[in-house]
């Protein structure tokens, strides 16, 4: 049986220009070598598979070829290749130094290509510095690594840096295509494209996956079997879940979901992905942006048509609540409530529910028509009046000030506020004179609150409704009850109790001055004034502008509002302070010479 070679050694780049999606690189080495410009120490960096050791080994190749008739001579023996992951000690170091001394047989340059050079340790790198930046005329270092940040400063000042780039899904889709050709392989111009976006940048492990799709699948790439073989979700899943979003089907969506799990995709992947298709549907939405969807011709088509029935408010919405979610995950003890949680969020973006149309006025004029009452609002120039206008044959028992305040109390304060001032005035009819001493009856101006508050009128609020029956019943005006402030007693252990709280707390604020000066002596208490003595004028400022706090905090713990805070300068007033261990001891002595006595038998220290 044939030996298999796995495509990417078999399709690995001979020269610069079958290198792919990094042009700026390769152009530049090509440009050094014509022009003798090649530096003696050279570092590649970039992410796996980007084509690092690639460029290397045709640079090693390339500089010796001049003069050389064979084109297709390797010059084998003038490439070293080490592994800095394995031999990244300080005497692999050296033996390679030593190797570096002798010159090569033939060609002009011997190259030594280190691999994953971060992976030297410190040591080895401080023995590698003098010969990297002076090396002999005939030896060109090339150092690979992916973590460019690993490496000590001064290796990187003695180098000259090329940054390879991740090869973007296109470049990578079209090698592809060209390798399924070469091998007689049919595909799906979305199968090479899914490969290319799970390769993630990665030329090397796109190359491996169609390997391994292609024992899947035979000679021929459909999208279905990639995305079955790759366990990926395709974009259609995706256009499919936003379907059954801006339709509100929740309990579609919740069973879509329950599939998708149980393929064995994670939630957490899923979630990632709809706020990823969200930004790509955004992303078509204008012409000038399509360049940034990534997709194949098909999808774009597919991205187009979704793209049309959503709005713009619905994807940022959406794009939100999914990025919350996917922040969430991992900290989530319950993961598949949380994202079908989300989904309902989604589904109830654009829907409105039993929302009911308010009317463009509250309270339509014919609801105030009682026997011969009518209310109108007109408008005379810029002000704004409301209308009343009673019949001659009505009998009132209430003047007609009492209709007018009514009328206020009707309005509803969310939407319209009539108030009678400057700019709104009360009109009525000249008969208002005949009938300004003459009675209504109550049972009318009930009858007008009970049509004001019929149901039919939708933004009417029972709270206005409360309050204008409560003003029938108070009888026209509103008893304001007093309030009566608690004055209980209290003793001056409370006093200091609390006193010495509040100083503490401001302590915790870091309002230490304010604290001292609360603690600077003890406060005198009678009956329910306080009276604190400070020694000069200047702690009396100093304290009075927290006094409205202290008294506001003592009134409410000690439930008495009759406390007031005198505060009394007294230069001659003598301040707390702690007493030390010495002094302490010296002062149980005098009330108890025996003590003395007890610590010399015992040879007790303080």
């Not at 549907?281 to 793209?307: D, F, H």
Request: proline letters at 4%.
């Amino acid at each position: 049986m044939e030996e298999f070679v796995v495509s990417a050694r078999k399709y690995r780049p001979q020269t610069f220009k079958d290198v792919v999606g990094q042009k700026a690189i390769t152009n530049t080495l090509l440009n050094a070598i014509e022009t003798n410009h090649v530096a003696s120490a050279l570092l590649f960096t970039g992410p796996r598979g980007v084509g690092k050791t690639t460029c290397a080994r045709i640079l090693a190749r390339k500089i010796n070829q001049p003069g050389y008739d064979d084109p297709t001579e390797d010059f084998a023996f003038n490439v070293f290749e080490l592994d800095a992951a394995s031999n990244n000690s300080v005497d692999d170091i050296r033996s390679l130094i030593d190797q570096v001394r002798i010159p090569p047989q033939t060609g002009q340059y011997k190259v030594y290509i280190i691999d994953e050079v971060h992976m030297l340790s410190p040591s080895a790198f401080n023995a590698f510095l003098k010969t990297l930046e002076e090396p002999p005329k005939h030896a060109i270092f090339i150092l690979a690594t992916t973590e460019k940040h690993k490496i000590i400063p001064t290796i990187l000042s003695r180098c000259q840096i090329f940054d390879f780039k991740r090869i973007t899904v296109k470049d990578a889709k079209e090698h592809l295509a060209d390798v399924a050709k070469s091998q007689g392989v049919s595909f799906e111009d979305d199968a090479l494209h899914i490969i290319a976006q799970k390769a993630d940048g990665a030329m090397r492990d796109a190359l491996s996956i169609f390997d391994r799709v292609v024992s899947f699948c035979g000679n021929n790439l459909t999208r279905q079997a990639v995305t079955e073989n790759l366990n990926v979700l395709d974009y259609e899943t995706y256009i499919n879940i936003t379907d059954l979003l801006l339709e509100n089907k929740i309990p579609k969506l919740l069973l879509a979901y329950n599939e998708i799990l149980s393929k064995g995709f994670d939630g957490h992947y899923f979630i990632a992905g709809l706020a990823s298709h969200f930004r790509d549907l955004l992303v078509s939405k204008t012409p000038s942006t399509l360049l940034l969807l990534e997709v194949g011709e098909q999808a774009q088509q597919l991205y187009g048509n979704q793209s049309q029935k959503t709005t713009q408010e619905f994807l940022l919405k959406g794009i939100e609540i999914a990025n919350d979610c996917d922040l969430k995950y991992k900290v989530s003890q319950n993961q598949r409530l949380l994202v079908e949680l989300c989904l309902m969020q989604l589904a109830s973006i654009t829907f409105d529910g039993e929302k009911k149309k308010v009317e463009s006025y509250i309270i339509p004029p014919t609801h105030f028509k009682i026997a011969n009452y009518s209310i109108t609002d007109k408008t005379i120039g810029e002000k704004s009046v409301v209308e009343l206008e009673v019949k001659p044959e009505i009998t009132p028992e209430v003047p007609i000030e009492v209709v007018s305040e009514l009328i206020e109390v009707i309005e509803i304060k969310e939407e319209i506020e009539i108030i009678i001032s400057d700019d709104i005035e009360i009109e009525t009819s000249p008969i208002e004179n005949k009938i300004e001493e003459e009675p209504i009856e109550k049972n009318d101006l009930l009858a007008l609150i009970d049509i004001a508050s019929e149901p039919k009128v939708s933004a009417f609020s029972l709270a206005s409704i409360k309050a204008k029956r409560e003003l029938l019943e108070a009888g026209k005006s509103i008893v304001k009850e007093e309030v009566h402030l608690p004055t209980e007693d209290f003793n001056e252990t409370d006093m200091l109790l609390y006193w010495n709280k509040y100083a503490q707390r401001l302590g915790d604020k870091g309002y230490k001055i304010m604290e001292s000066l609360l603690l600077i002596n003890d406060p005198i208490l009678k009956g329910s004034s306080i009276t604190l003595e400070l020694p000069n004028q200047g702690s009396k400022i100093d304290f009075e502008t927290e006094m409205d706090g202290l008294l506001g905090y003592l009134k409410g713990h000690l439930h008495n509002h009759n406390i007031t805070i005198e505060v009394i300068v007294n230069e001659k007033v003598s301040t707390k302070k702690a007493f030390t261990v010495q002094e302490k001891y010296n002062r149980l002595s005098e009330k108890n010479p025996n003590l003395d006595l007890l610590r010399k038998i015992f040879e007790l220290d303080l």
